[in-house]
């Protein structure tokens, strides 16, 4: 068994729906083919939802009639003959008419999830509308019948695989199934997701679940670049990642793979594929359990730190303080993924400042705490980098004047981690192009 997940941008037009179904059906090996919904959509849903949390019901009207007429072009290329058309129809019709229902609803935390759904829910639909046009043969598997969370937020992969397992028994002879990406029931039964970018993650969690061959990530891009293409001009596609690195860069910040999305894959060794919709023919990156050649592999950068330095008394440093730090941030379910130490201060990063006003109360008792925001951690990635000699040198006298404000080295033998001000950030990933790569 094989899984096939393929982002928003290679759902995003008709066309690009018809090669997906191309190259789901080019070879006999079963697959679950694993879909996002079609770019631009869930930025349009939770821009829907936000109006509707404000009360603003009249410019939430607008943007879901906005929406429909934009599915109404997308079907009317999409498929052709009246059959499946007045189909198409009936799709756009059930969840766009749930849509308008719940204008007439308060909004809630659970009824967001609802609306955020629909994404994947419509693109799903509308594929297998066209599979079944094509005289393809395919069960859809609702995601929401197997994706489960616990009350953590967290994957029940034994769930899932038993729910999965079920159902791709009750289909035993079918070569194609297809589900929803992204979205999952949590621990109340409601509807859920896995957050932003979070398709990734479920086709991993499936090819784990399955025990799948391979899991293939159908992106726009050939792979896992080097650095950020987004930020830096000159790029090249990395071939070999090992787990280990490609966490990392998930981790801290290469968009194109959600942060959790490895540890599934990994833990159950299934190879996983960066491809591209674009150009099938590339040879994209390769990520599997195998070290590869030691060396950098490739820079990421994440937005959107707080830097948090907590400051004791000589007295308070004694053994027993970083537990009490770690404690606090433990109580509020803050991840911490940078630390510095010295003999009296510590100071963490978090991405998740949601919690930080009570930390910072708790901290306070502590010691002295400072609070920096807009930060952004750049990571250098590759096998066994810190124990090569020059690295170092080469990172620093790339960065020559500009301000660090954290350094991380040694807690893992493949990541460097700087953290830089937000602002700082396009320049570092430009001079660690051209001094760790030369490029
Ligand atoms: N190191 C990197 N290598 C490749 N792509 C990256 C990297 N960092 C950021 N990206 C961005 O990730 C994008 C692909 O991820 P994403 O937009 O989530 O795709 P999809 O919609 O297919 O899930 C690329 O178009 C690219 O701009
Ligand atoms: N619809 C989700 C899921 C997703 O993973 O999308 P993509 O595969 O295009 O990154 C989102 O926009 O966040």
């Not at 966490?247 to 194109?256: R, S, V």
């Not at 100071?347 to 006003?357: G, M, R």
Request: aromatic letters at 6%; a negative charge.
């Amino acid at each position: 068994m094989k899984i096939m997940k393929f982002g928003g941008t290679s759902v995003g037009k008709p066309a690009r729906m018809h090669e997906v179904a191309r190259l789901a059906t080019a070879d006999k090996e079963p697959k679950i083919v694993v879909l996002s919904a079609v770019s631009g959509t869930t930025n349009a849903l939770v821009a829907i939802s936000q109006k509707l949390a404000l009360g603003e019901r009249d410019a939430a009207r607008l943007a879901i009639d906005a929406l429909e007429t934009q599915y109404q072009n997308f079907i009317a290329e999409l498929v052709h003959t009246d059959a499946a058309l007045e189909k198409a129809r009936a799709v756009l019709q059930e969840h766009f008419e749930f849509l308008h229902i719940i204008l007439r609803i308060s909004w809630s935390e659970a009824l967001n999830k609802d609306i955020l759904a629909q994404g994947e829910l419509l693109s799903t639909k509308l594929f297998c509308t066209y599979l079944e046009e094509q005289g393809l043969r395919y069960a859809l598997l609702p995601a929401l019948d197997f994706m489960r969370i616990d009350e953590h937020e967290e994957p029940q992969l034994d769930t899932i695989r038993t729910l999965l397992g079920a159902m791709l028994q009750q289909h035993a002879g079918t070569g194609l199934f297809v589900t929803q990406g992204f979205i999952c029931r949590n621990a109340r039964g409601e509807v859920d997701n896995l957050k932003r970018g979070g398709s990734d993650y479920s086709a991993s969690l499936i090819a784990a679940a399955a025990g799948a061959s391979v899991c293939e990530i159908w992106t726009d891009i050939n792979g896992m670049h080097n650095n950020d293409p987004r930020v830096v001009d000159r790029t090249l596609p990395v071939s070999r990642l090992s787990f280990d690195e490609a966490a990392e860069l998930a981790y801290f910040g290469a968009k194109i793979l959600h942060p959790a999305s490895i540890w599934p894959a990994q833990q159950h060794n299934v190879p996983v594929k960066l491809l591209n919709t674009m150009d099938p023919g590339a040879e994209g990156t390769l990520i599997t359990g195998d070290a590869t050649a030691p060396g950098a592999k490739a820079i990421a950068a994440k937005d959107g730190i707080t830097a948090v330095n907590i400051k004791s008394s000589r007295m308070l440093l004694a053994y027993g303080f970083l537990r009490r730090v770690f404690e606090i941030f433990e109580k509020h379910r803050t991840s911490i993924d940078m630390i510095t130490t010295s003999e009296v201060a510590v100071s963490v990063t978090i991405d998740n400042a949601s919690a930080l006003p009570a930390i910072l109360e708790e901290l306070g008792a502590l010691g002295t705490v400072s609070v920096d925001g807009d930060q952004a951690i750049v990571s250098i990635v590759g096998q066994e980098i810190a124990s090569d000699t020059s690295m170092l040198q080469r990172v620093f006298s790339s960065l020559e004047g500009v301000e660090i404000r954290m350094v991380s080295y040694g807690g893992s033998l493949h990541n460097i981690s700087l953290l830089v001000a937000a602002d700082k950030k396009k320049d570092v990933l430009q001079r660690l192009n051209k001094g760790v790569f030369g490029l």
